[in-house]
């Protein structure tokens, strides 16, 4: 079933979300800045001994005061052009995140 949620991603009712980070888990731009900011302070300092996080791993967090409880950050590879893109990382981090949600629920 398919179904459209009009709002922030921060507001899902969800058991975890998934965070397009980058490998310091820092925050940055785009939806990984949004998360953070909301998330607040406590998830920079729950991240910052779980970075770095290199491409096709994962590292999962409490969602600190957001509606998902946990945050999967997960780096993916970075197309640098071309028709040879690699996605070699992508279903291992799948796998790794989904083991460790049902290790945390």
């Given at each position: 079933m398919l179904r459209i949620f009009h709002g922030s991603l921060v507001d899902l009712?969800?058991?975890?979300i998934v965070n397009a980070a980058n490998s310091s888990l820092m925050g940055g731009g785009g939806v990984?800045?949004?998360?953070?900011?909301?998330?607040g302070p406590d998830l920079k300092s729950a991240c910052r001994p779980l970075a770095p996080c290199p491409p096709?791993?994962?590292r999962v967090t409490d969602g600190f005061g957001l509606a998902p409880r946990l945050i999967f950050h997960t780096v993916g590879p970075v197309w640098r052009g071309g028709s040879a893109m690699k996605t070699k990382h992508s279903a291992p981090a799948i796998s790794i995140a989904w083991r460790k949600r049902d290790a945390a629920i």
């Open positions: 009712e969800v058991d975890a990984d800045g949004v998360i953070h900011r909301e998330a096709g791993q994962v």
